[in-house]
């Protein structure tokens, strides 16, 4: 592959990756507002009654949004979004192949002298790993406790942020903490909320109640998607700026901290 060839195709790649996590990421910001939005409603409405519509402005009208218990469309008609977060994880993926295990950008001899197949078996293990891992902690009764999953969730971003440190460029271990959360993100959406909103449509659909656990755990998967989002967007950045994140001493430290900085803007952003 000549690099002309190489440099479109990574360009390409990229633009669909931006574009693609656009989508994702504006849309899952926007329906965890909505949601926001209904809980204030819901919290102001008189005694006995339910939430009433989120009005909105944009572009050339007036929008209304109310919340429903129940379909009252055909399950065809009801729209869904998923392929924004396949795309973007697929393209995402694509790019860490091109850059990084193709490329020469993964393993540092002055960091660890280690083949470049090692380190990409070390990169796929820590990406299949943070899923694992951050799966069975939203499984186990430590999720019940916001404030005590957060702090279990930093300390394991800091131990996988060290760790990747140790064997790779500080550069790919930037990369591959955002491509853990990523992957995080993209299989909430596929293992956990999409196949829950189909329960929910096929028993509203057939007039039935649907299991409220499930669309608990997958509001709960979503609002966690809300706080990586931030995260992964400065993993992506720091790329260009070496000096301050990367490519400085406290390379680890500072990826925890704009972590801790993401979460932040993404809890403001919630509320506003």
Not at 21 to 30: P, S
Not at 45 to 62: C, I
Not at 100 to 105: A, C, K, L, N, P
Not at 185 to 196: G, K, Q, R, S
Request: include cysteine; charge should be positive; glycine fraction near 8%.
């Amino acid at each position: 592959m000549t690099s002309s060839i190489r440099e479109w195709l990574n360009l390409s790649v990229r633009w669909i990756h931006v574009f693609a996590a656009i989508m994702w990421v504006g849309q899952t910001f926007y329906f965890t507002w909505l949601d926001g939005q209904f809980g204030k409603l819901a919290k102001t409405a008189p005694v006995g009654q339910t939430a009433s519509k989120v009005w909105m402005v944009h572009s050339g009208g007036f929008y209304t949004v109310e919340k429903q218990k129940s379909v009252a469309v055909r399950p065809d008609q009801v729209h869904w979004f998923r392929w924004e977060a396949l795309v973007t994880w697929l393209a995402g993926m694509a790019l860490l192949v091109l850059v990084y295990y193709s490329g020469s950008g993964l393993v540092d001899p002055d960091v660890a002298d280690i083949s470049k197949r090692s380190g990409i078996a070390i990169g796929l293990g820590a990406i299949v790993a943070g899923w694992v891992i951050y799966d069975a902690a939203v499984r186990s009764p430590l999720s019940k406790s916001p404030m005590a999953f957060a702090i279990c969730a930093l300390g394991m971003i800091a131990l996988a942020a060290w760790g990747l440190m140790q064997v790779f460029s500080a550069r790919a271990a930037y990369i591959h903490v955002g491509a853990i959360f990523g992957t995080i993100m993209t299989a909430n959406v596929w293992d956990h909320i999409l196949p829950a909103q189909r329960k929910m449509i096929a028993a509203a659909a057939a007039g039935m109640e649907f299991d409220a656990s499930l669309a608990a755990q997958a509001k709960l998967r979503s609002k966690h998607n809300t706080f990586m989002a931030l995260p992964v967007v400065f993993s992506m950045l720091s790329n260009h700026y070496p000096v301050a994140t990367y490519g400085n001493r406290y390379g680890w430290q500072v990826l925890v901290a704009l972590v801790v900085v993401g979460w932040i803007a993404a809890s403001v952003i919630r509320k506003t």
